[in-house]
């Protein structure tokens, strides 16, 4: 199973917008809703930003969303703030009982 | 609150095992699936494979078939992760994470544990 494409970095100003890619196939992204989105900044553990493509957990500001079309995924974060720099990446289901993540985005905040 | 704690960090040398533990406490055990994922120094996230909570089988990334081995200890509520015949490229931090069962998204996540592969 390869790993899906995300774009290396990203970047933007505070207050602004930013949409991080995560290209799959039909046989992942594509194939089904289940795309979730980490972020985890330096040292840190994971996070879960966005499951089932665009749904946020509790305590995941709405400046978070997801959104798919085709087989690639993309999250937006909008009113950039400093504390959203951090390293995010997408995994989907793959059939079965298969997973596979991309290869992180360093998002920068500039 | 759920809580994932894992066992501490590890040294090992080439060929080597490594197993690894992460103490589930906060809810039901028995009710959730658990996945390992790791990430080497200054890479991604790799998704390693997982336990079933209904039936404790197991299903592995194909990468890791044939040396990864992911056991359950219902009674202590404690996931284990054994990979076999270590060498250098398994120098990783190894994390736990729950599947919150939507969309197979992990809600909550261990520590995480180095392992460290070296002669």
């Known amino acids: 199973q390869s790993a899906l494409t995300q774009p290396p970095s990203a970047s933007g100003s505070p207050g602004q917008s930013v949409t991080i890619s995560c290209t799959g196939t039909s046989s992942d992204v594509g194939g089904y809703n289940y795309v979730s989105w980490y972020q985890q900044h330096p040292g840190k553990v994971p996070k879960l930003m966005i499951y089932?493509?665009?749904k946020r957990p509790s305590g995941v500001p709405d400046r978070f969303s997801g959104s798919k079309s085709g087989n690639t995924a993309s999250l937006t974060v909008s009113g950039l703030q400093a504390e959203d720099e951090a390293d995010y990446y997408c995994t989907s289901f793959a059939g079965g009982y298969d997973m596979v993540f991309g290869g992180g985005t360093k998002l920068t905040v500039l | 609150q759920v809580q994932l704690v894992q066992s501490g960090a590890e040294v090992k040398m080439p060929g080597a095992s490594v197993k690894v533990s992460c103490k589930a406490s906060?809810?039901?055990?028995?009710?959730?699936?658990m996945k390992w994922v790791r990430q080497a120094p200054g890479q991604g996230l790799e998704w390693m494979g997982r336990?079933?909570?209904?039936?404790?089988?197991?299903f592995s990334a194909q990468k890791f078939q044939g040396r990864i081995t992911m056991t359950r200890d219902t009674s202590i509520s404690t996931d284990y992760l054994e990979l076999n015949s270590l060498t250098s490229d398994d120098t990783a931090v190894y994390f736990c994470?729950?599947?919150?069962?939507?969309?197979?998204?992990?809600?909550?996540w261990g520590q995480g544990t180095l392992v460290t592969v070296s002669s």
């Open positions: 336990i079933n909570a209904n039936n404790g089988g197991t």
């Open positions: 089932e493509v665009t």
């Open positions: 994470a729950r599947d919150s069962g939507l969309g197979g998204s992990m809600d909550h």
């Open positions: 906060g809810y039901n055990f028995n009710a959730y699936t």
